[in-house]
């Protein structure tokens, strides 16, 4: 940086010629001095090959405060929700995913549709578009939800996903988006990382105070 003085009394009055002097001496620095980051590199510490994605993948989404259930066949999924939805009190459980409702037809769980609807608790269970291992992220847009609604109303959120959709960082979840939606792209694309958080309120943390109070992942093998 170079160095200056401001000189005697009389000129450190003249704040114009102070400002300009600081000006000079910023501008001095080398505009150069990131040249030699390179921003295609991922800035994640990368995971242990041993451990994989799905390992990463879960320990992260943990620590974020998420519930994570795995199933071995779908079968075994909906055989569980049935017990889940009584024991939790999810009555009424909303949804407007296509791919939900095509996996609870016939199974005797009903979604409801309407979010709109004052209730003590909103349920909502949607899939996801996929899950960053780095992060520990579920995605979500509209399309696969069918609403905006299905993840930013709910109380608890629940999100059916197969250890397929599991990708190692953001920028992969993003190239993954590009090439499913290309030129119909969704409007709006969400990463959740666990409940929401707020110090707002006198600066404490707060879980859930402006947004998804729980998060549950249900990981399905898929035949």
């Given amino acids: ?16 010629q102070i400002l300009a002097k600081v000006r000079e001496a910023v501008m001095a620095k080398d505009e150069n001095i990131f040249s030699d980051v390179n921003m295609q590199a991922d800035t994640w510490t990368p995971f242990k090959e041993e451990d994989g994605a799905d390992f990463t993948f879960v320990e992260r989404f943990k620590d ?14 909906i055989e569980a929700m ?31 549709r309407d979010y709109t609807t004052k209730r003590k608790k909103t349920v909502s269970i949607t899939d996801c578009e996929c899950l960053v291992a780095h992060t520990g992220s579920v995605v979500v847009t509209d399309k696969c939800a069918g ?23 953001m920028k992969d979840a993003i190239k993954l988006l590009k090439d499913k939606y290309q030129n119909h792209r969704p409007t709006e694309t969400v990463f959740i990382n666990g409940a929401s958080k707020s ?13 998804i109070k729980q998060i549950a992942l249900f990981l399905v093998e898929e035949e």
């Fill in 1 to 16: 940086m170079k160095i200056f003085s401001f000189g005697n009394l009389s000129e450190r009055t003249n704040k114009e």
């Fill in 64 to 77: 974020n405060g998420g519930i994570f259930i795995y199933f071995e066949s779908q079968q075994d999924f």
């Fill in 82 to 112: 049935k017990q889940f939805v009584v024991e939790n009190q999810w009555e009424p459980l909303c949804s407007t995913s296509m791919k939900m409702e095509n996996i609870f037809k016939d199974s005797g769980i009903e979604l409801c």
């Fill in 147 to 169: 609403s905006r609604v299905a993840y930013s109303n709910a109380d608890v959120l629940l999100v059916y996903a197969s250890p397929n959709q599991i990708v190692a960082s």
């Fill in 199 to 211: 110090t707002e309120i006198d600066n404490q943390l707060v879980i859930g105070a402006q947004g």
